[in-house]
């Protein structure tokens, strides 16, 4: 996993600057802390970082905050290597920036101004959640517009995912059961340079579709079944989401044809509705209409 370029970065924090326009409070960004399995003893869950942290600082060490004050200034504040870290881990990915445990006294320096936590919550800080919702909104509208560095990721994850939904079709044939499908859809994903899943993969077969998020079980396909997949391969944390409903056998039933024949109808006019300054709701609306 490589991180988006100190130009890239600097671009994005002068966008998410222009965001909060005249505030006068103490902005953090946390990256957030690992969570404990329970009853794991020191084992933790995947950490994933904030997703506010990681666009401005492309890092994905745990326990960071970056702090902007009014005028555009930034300070990365890191959690340096511990030897601990060294002999059970090897060296760690750190950041460059200060020592995060200088902030405390950093923030008692500016103790005149109010606060606002936008990423994970930081440790012994409060901040004014008021203030914290208006900035959230005002730096997400400014994220949405995808960077190029955003885009290229974006791309290799829809490849990837393209590769997965291509090796499920070439192997759907009676008796391939669900967690068959999956396990060698999510394996072409990793070969075309998927580094994860963006969530759980879905495969169901026959009614097992209709569960939303149906979790792939041992249930085999048999001739005259539809299986649904939806799934999406993940890359720096950007994610494909694609799902594709195929028939087992030859073809689909005139009845499955009838109902796919509405749904791809629907796809093609939300589709056609996808164009700048158009409100997603619309998109929606005018699929559900088709």
């Given amino acids: 996993m490589s991180p988006p370029d100190e130009r890239t970065l600097a671009a994005r924090r002068d966008r998410a600057t222009r965001a909060f326009g005249d ?32 666009w401005l600082s492309g890092a994905r060490r745990t326990g960071g905050v970056l702090a902007w004050e009014p005028g555009g200034a930034w300070t990365h504040f890191v959690r340096p290597a511990t030897a601990e870290e060294r002999l059970w881990e090897g060296e760690p990915d750190v950041p460059a920036g200060t020592d995060v445990a200088g902030l405390a006294d950093w923030l008692k320096a500016r103790a005149g101004r109010p606060v606002a936590v936008l990423g994970a919550g930081v440790k012994d800080v409060t901040g004014d959640e008021a203030l914290a919702a208006i900035l959230r909104d005002a730096l997400d509208a400014a994220r949405r517009p995808k960077d190029a560095a955003e885009l290229a ?4 994850a829809v490849s990837a995912t393209a590769a997965g939904h291509a090796k499920a079709r070439a192997l759907l044939r009676p008796g391939i059961s669900e967690r068959e499908l999956q396990i060698e859809l999510e394996a072409e994903m990793f070969r075309h340079g998927a ?8 495969v169901g077969v026959g009614d097992h579709a209709a569960v939303l998020h149906f979790e792939p079980g041992p249930r085999r396909a048999a001739a005259g079944d539809t299986v649904l997949i939806d799934a999406g391969g993940e890359i720096d944390g950007y994610t494909a989401d694609v799902t594709r409903t195929w ?37 929606h609306r005018g699929a559900v209409t088709a």
Wanted: charged content about 20%; proline content about 7%; aromatic content about 8%.
């Fill in 23 to 54: 505030c006068a409070a103490t902005v953090l960004v946390g990256a957030g802390v690992p969570l404990g399995k329970p009853g794991g003893l020191d084992q933790t869950y995947p950490f994933l970082p904030h997703p506010r942290y990681f």
């Fill in 247 to 283: 028939a087992v056998g030859e073809r689909f039933t005139p009845e499955q044809q009838a109902i796919r024949d509405a749904v791809l109808a629907a796809h093609a006019e939300g589709i056609r509705r996808c164009r700048a300054g158009t409100e997603w709701h619309d998109v």
């Fill in 153 to 156: 990721l974006l791309r290799r």
């Fill in 195 to 202: 580094t994860g899943t963006g969530y759980g993969t879905i």
